[in-house]
């Protein structure tokens, strides 16, 4: 997916101004940002459902803009459940979607692989929230697309739900599904990201992997011991002396670098 030059206004708000993007084919990509930042625009014209002002867009090989339904199988959209469907049961609804494709799995696999077996004969009605964005998810994967957009996927879900649905996704990517999720947990964004780019007023204000992003595995690191703390870019040096001065183990050692959250907060905050 190749991105250059994004640009889209609603009247007065330039809510795209000149975004570059490039995600490459089997990655799971995260686009982080604050509220209004411009993710869901640029998301939407990814998808081809919005239009865009100016730029190059290219998704799968194709311009977005100009998509066809053989580009359109091949991209997987978890939308929020439309309340249309709130009679029918989960596997009447799954199965439905799956004949607009032509090569879709198996809805009952799709159903297992999303957690729902148990609730297959139920009404999309009488789901909890979270189990509703189960189905949203196998209605985006039971076209086996090569690439699936999951728009702030895990927002409602419990602890132990969010899990379950990082692990969906981890074998989603497993089967070379190309994934790219906005999100505003970045705790998912570590445990699921190759790599993540951050979007503040419309613009990529740094891109990398969770890890690296925003110079947060050089930056200073804090080391807190038993009788002080210090803020150092050589901990390892600063840990040799203090190891010399109590001739072994440091009492209450601990070694924190930035975590992805603090590097986001001051991205963020140099882009206001
Ligand atoms: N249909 C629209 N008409 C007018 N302005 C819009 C429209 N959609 C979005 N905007 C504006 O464009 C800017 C970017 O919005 P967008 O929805 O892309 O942000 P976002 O990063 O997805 O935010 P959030 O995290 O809140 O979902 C915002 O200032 C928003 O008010």
Known sequence: MHVRGLTKRYGEVQAVGGLDLDIH???????????????????EILEGYRKRDAGEVSVLGVDPGQATSAW????GIVLQTANDAAELTVRETVRHFARYYPHSKDPDEVIAKVGLTD????????????QRRRVDV???IVGRPELVFLDEPTTGFDPEARRQFWDLIRSLAAEGTTIVLTTHYLDEAEALADRVAVIAKGRIVAEGTPQTLGGRATASARVTWADGYAETD???????T???????EIPGLQIV????????????????
Do not use: C, W
């Open 25 to 43: 084919t089997g990655e799971v990509f995260a686009i982080l940002g604050p509220n209004g930042a411009g993710k869901s625009t640029t998301v």
């Open 72 to 75: 359109r199988a091949r991209v």
């Open 119 to 130: 609730k297959a004969g139920a009404r999309i009605r009488q789901l909890s929230g979270g």
């Open 138 to 140: 196998a209605l985006g």
């Open 234 to 240: 050589t901990p390892t040096a600063l840990v040799r």
């Open 242 to 248: 203090l190891a010399d001065k109590y001739d072994g």
């Open 257 to 272: 670098r930035p975590s992805l959250e603090d590097i986001y907060l001051d991205l963020i905050g140099d882009a206001q």
